[in-house]
């Protein structure tokens, strides 16, 4: 999905370069770094929304109803209640959706945009594996490390926060 999301960009976004020179001069077009910007952007928001949305639906109506009770507004019951109890979730999705950012990232160096995937197909190009398999386990191992790193501090806000377990 995410090359046929590629692909489907480079036509618009070279009319609008075409028609707006103003886009043209920022250097929006059909290739390079903006269709792989706008694809990769929009990938994270689907880890990103059913993580939020599975969160703030996991609290049990009696968490509302209580804060509620407790003469809070809607909006204190949003940010001191619904929020918090939610932070997990929605750092879960982060996590999920950055995770995939780094992977789907190597798609970029098909249209121009440049990062590891340029190395990863100059190198299935001349037929040198030695260079897929090196850029293939850099974006390997920085995903893996991203990964650990937001797991960690992911366990820091579930801590903090004493929200429930992620999914």
Do not use: K
Not at 97 to 126: D, K, R, S, Y
């Amino acid at each position: 999905p995410t090359l046929s999301l590629l692909g489907l960009l480079m036509v618009p976004l070279t009319a609008l370069s075409l028609r707006f020179p103003i886009l043209r001069e920022w250097g929006v077009s059909g290739v390079g770094f903006w269709p792989a910007f706008i694809v990769l952007t929009l990938y994270t928001l689907l880890p990103l929304t059913a993580n939020t949305l599975a969160g703030f639906r996991s609290q049990a109506d009696a968490i509302r109803e209580a804060a509620l009770g407790m003469g809070m507004t809607g909006r204190q019951r949003f940010f001191r209640v619904e929020l918090p109890l939610s932070a997990p979730f929605i750092f879960a999705g982060f996590r999920t959706a950055l995770v995939q950012t780094v992977g789907n990232c190597i798609l970029a160096g098909l249209v121009g945009g440049g990062g590891l995937g340029t190395l990863i197909f100059l190198g299935l190009a001349q037929s040198a594996p030695d260079l897929v398999v090196a850029a293939s386990l850099m974006v390997v191992l920085m995903a893996v490390f991203l990964d650990r790193v937001l797991q960690g501090v992911e366990g820091i806000l579930r801590h903090r926060v004493g929200g429930g377990e992620a999914a």
